[in-house]
């Protein structure tokens, strides 16, 4: 990546409602991968807690970082981020 590209990424906590992003994230299913992106402005930011599907000790925590969009055409989004996510400035 370059140092121009470095130089627009965003960490999650920086994130306030109003800000023009673009999420970018890596899907692989099975042996194929393949990059999908999103535009918008974050309409808000969580950190969720989660209860996974499987039993695991009474004070182990997961969390799911969220953000939600609101897209060009007025739709609304939620992306799920993950320890491979890049958050990009407008």
Wanted: glycine content about 8%; proline content about 3%; hydrophobic content about 40%.
């Amino acid at each position: 990546m370059s140092a121009a590209a470095d130089a627009k990424l965003v960490e999650f906590g920086q994130l306030k409602p109003g800000d023009e992003i673009e999420v970018v994230q890596r899907v692989t299913v099975g042996i194929r991968s393949w990059t999908v992106s999103v535009r918008g402005r974050v309409l808000w930011t969580e950190r969720r807690a989660q209860g996974l599907h499987f039993t695991r000790t009474p004070d182990e925590i997961t969390y799911c970082d969220l953000i939600v969009l609101e897209l060009p055409d007025g739709h609304r989004t939620t992306v799920c981020l993950d320890e491979f996510s890049q958050i990009r400035r407008g």
